[in-house]
């Protein structure tokens, strides 16, 4: 793959040295200076042909990969992907279903302007499109990292970036495809990714059943891994701790990129933060702060988990039905498995019962919320509690999802079109 690349630059680090601003700003004035409609791209320079293709959107770069060998081996080597995510802007990416179309969508929102980029169906372009498209399916996002997005759709698991048009259908675990296991049912997913071993990691919890579809107690449950790079399934016995999931609130766990979240419950700790380190797969515990746990106890709270920033964070939702209002408390985690790290935040509310839910955060402290339009319709608005300035962010549907996205040309199904030439 790399043979088309200077011997220098077959490293990232050789990369790296290269590809600085000013380098590739000289080489775009050179282009600017030269006749291109009277040379053949064999006459460019490889530095001149790259720095041209870092500066090209990913679209543009799809179609450039079905040109010819060398430029689809120098936009999907490992070095050319990694200084181009680098240099790349970050995104806010909004799932929802379309209300005109009905169809499941996503919006890219740009991080520095809050302007949507564009909005595309999902899975469009590839065979798969249709296996998500239909009116009647509820298609999730299980989580979002590096560049790639991981959708669900009952039991079909499905990985997709959206840069590249890329896009796998996950195969079945070992529990579901095994008889033997047929007592044991899926119960929480969660997905990241392993920058230790460069791969992608779906987690996927298994809980033990009874005949009559109750839960075996005490609490059993498995864990199975599966790994993108080895494209299979792998069984984790007896590492995760004795606990029940509140899927009450979430079915998928809060991913964080290299950690995965859920809240759970169980004797010891009440309730606490149970996280995957998808590196090194293991569990880590972090109980909540002694002031959450007791002012949880009287029903008129709950929590959930989101990121703000790259810090976990706490969602403490209050209740206050004497004046009919609802206040959000954010607490942000320093470090995993220390409850004395856990910091109160900011304070977003009161507002009124039933009134806006919490999706995430921009810019340190802005909050976004989604708003009910009426109807099945939701809204995605921006406040920024300090001044209570507000931005409508233009997008408009039902059931949104909205994660961190950092455009990435990583290759899912790396298979060449067999007519290059």
């Not at 060398?70 to 802007?89: C, D, W």
């Not at 909004?94 to 809050?114: F, G, P, R």
């Amino acid at each position: 793959m790399d043979n088309y690349l200077p011997t220098k630059w077959q490293s990232v680090s050789g990369f790296e040295e290269i590809f600085v601003f000013k380098e590739i700003e000289k080489l775009v004035q050179e282009l600017v200076m030269m006749s291109i409609s009277k040379c053949k791209m064999e006459d460019l320079p490889i530095e001149l042909v790259i720095s041209i293709l870092l500066r090209l959107p990913a679209e543009d770069l799809r179609r450039c990969k079905g040109v010819c060998k060398s430029l689809y081996s120098i936009i999907t080597s490992r070095p050319f992907i990694e200084v181009r995510r680098k240099i790349r802007n970050s995104y806010i990416l909004v799932k929802y279903e379309d209300l005109i179309s009905s169809k499941h969508v996503i919006s890219l929102v740009c991080d520095e302007t809050l302007e949507v980029v564009y909005t595309q169906t999902i899975l469009s372009d590839t065979p798969l499109m249709d296996s998500m498209s239909s009116k009647d399916c509820v298609v999730k996002v299980v989580g979002c990292c590096n560049g790639v997005v991981c959708l669900r759709r009952i039991d079909m698991y499905v990985l997709w970036n959206p840069a590249t048009r890329d896009a796998k259908i996950i195969p079945n675990g070992l529990y579901k495809s095994n008889p033997d296991k047929k007592m044991f049912q899926h119960r929480e997913m969660g997905f990241g990714f392993d920058p230790k071993n460069n791969d992608y990691k779906l987690v996927s919890i298994q809980r033990l059943f009874e005949d009559n579809r109750r839960p075996v107690r005490p609490c059993q449950q498995e864990v199975e891994v599966y790994s993108l790079k080895a494209g299979c399934w792998k069984l984790l016995p007896g590492i995760i701790p004795t606990c029940d999931i509140m899927s009450a609130y979430s079915i998928e766990g809060c991913n964080g990129g290299e950690m995965i979240s859920w809240l759970v419950w169980n004797e010891e700790y009440g309730e606490h933060v149970m996280s995957f380190d998808i590196s090194n797969e293991v569990f880590i515990t972090t109980p909540l702060p002694p002031c959450i746990i007791e002012s949880s106890s009287d029903g008129n709270c709950r929590n959930s988990l989101m990121f703000h920033n790259a810090s976990l964070a706490l969602d403490h939702y209050v209740k206050d039905r004497k004046n009919q209002t609802e206040t959000h408390n954010i607490w942000v985690l320093g470090e995993y498995g220390v409850k004395e790290s856990w910091t109160n935040l900011f304070t977003v509310g009161p507002f009124k019962l039933l009134g806006p839910s919490i999706s995430g955060f921009w810019n340190n402290n802005k909050v976004l919320l989604e708003v009910h339009g009426g109807g099945c319709r939701h809204d995605l608005i921006l406040v920024d509690p300090s001044i209570r300035k507000i931005k409508d962010l233009d997008i408009h549907g039902t059931s949104p999802q909205v994660f961190n996205y950092q455009e990435n040309l990583v290759q899912i199904n790396a298979t060449p079109p067999i007519n290059l030439f």
